[in-house]
């Protein structure tokens, strides 16, 4: 069964970027795609984008536009995020998430989550 | 972009209490919507996909109904495993977007 591991957590100054980890484990990304979800402290699951590694296609929240980045590199199955121009707000447990795409599209495997802290 | 507002926000109930969640869409997601559960600092957990099918390993009380706009997550009786919050999503468009979640509490 595959896992999502995540890299550790960060603390990153405003203005600076961070770029977080999703590595698969006991499987390959195969024809998956990669989603990514942060939830701020005390509130609801927020989608901010997905690639589709075989095809190398990516699609964002309108919301982050411009400021994510999302990718994944198929050899070594890893996935990444990078979130630039950080503030206050993006303070969040950021995770991935295979996306099981056979009929209907669906998260069956989270990653193990990955704290970002952004403070002065 | 296609809104989603789910209720109740939150609920208190009982260990064995039937408990009905909903979700409305702004406009027609055919089948795409998904329900997931949540505990405390955890990753969320698959549910439902297809706005019926029960995935793999989710015991026979959650169930789900609904298709277009108008859907429900109902659990037939209420387990102590089962205090968490649950998120509906629509997988429809291109931008995946969750409902605000509801936490079931423990009355």
């Known amino acids: 069964q595959m896992q999502l591991v995540q890299s550790g957590s960060e603390v990153k100054k405003p203005g600076s970027s961070v770029k977080v980890s999703c590595k698969a484990s006991?499987?390959?990304?195969?024809?998956?795609?990669i989603t990514w979800v942060r939830q701020a402290p005390g509130q609801g699951l927020e989608w901010m984008g997905r690639?589709?590694?075989?095809?190398?296609?990516?699609n964002y929240a309108q919301k982050f536009q411009g400021r994510v980045t999302i990718t994944a590199d198929k050899s070594t199955s890893t996935a990444y995020m990078e979130l630039s121009s950080l503030r206050s707000e993006d303070t969040a447990l950021y995770f991935c998430?295979?996306?099981?795409?056979?009929?209907?599209?669906?998260?069956?495997?989270w990653g193990t989550g990955t704290m970002v802290t952004v403070s002065s | 972009d296609i809104q989603i507002t789910q209720s109740p926000s939150s609920l208190s109930a009982s260990v064995g209490d039937r408990v009905t969640i909903t979700c409305r869409t702004s406009?027609?997601?055919?089948?795409?919507l998904i329900w997931y559960q949540q505990k405390p600092g955890k990753a969320p957990k698959l549910l439902i996909y297809?706005?019926?099918t029960l995935h793999s390993g989710v015991p026979s009380r959650f169930s789900g109904s609904g298709s277009g706009t108008d859907f429900t997550l109902t659990i037939s009786t209420l387990q102590p495993e089962d205090f968490a919050t649950y998120y509906c999503?629509?997988?429809?468009?291109?931008?995946?977007?969750f409902g605000q979640g509801t936490k079931v509490e423990i009355k």
């Open positions: 999503q629509q997988t429809y468009s291109d931008f995946h977007n």
């Open positions: 297809g706005a019926s």
């Open positions: 690639t589709i590694p075989v095809l190398g296609l990516a």
């Open positions: 998430a295979r996306e099981e795409s056979v009929y209907y599209y669906y998260l069956d495997v």
């Open positions: 006991g499987g390959t990304f195969g024809s998956y795609a």
């Open positions: 406009q027609s997601v055919s089948s795409y």
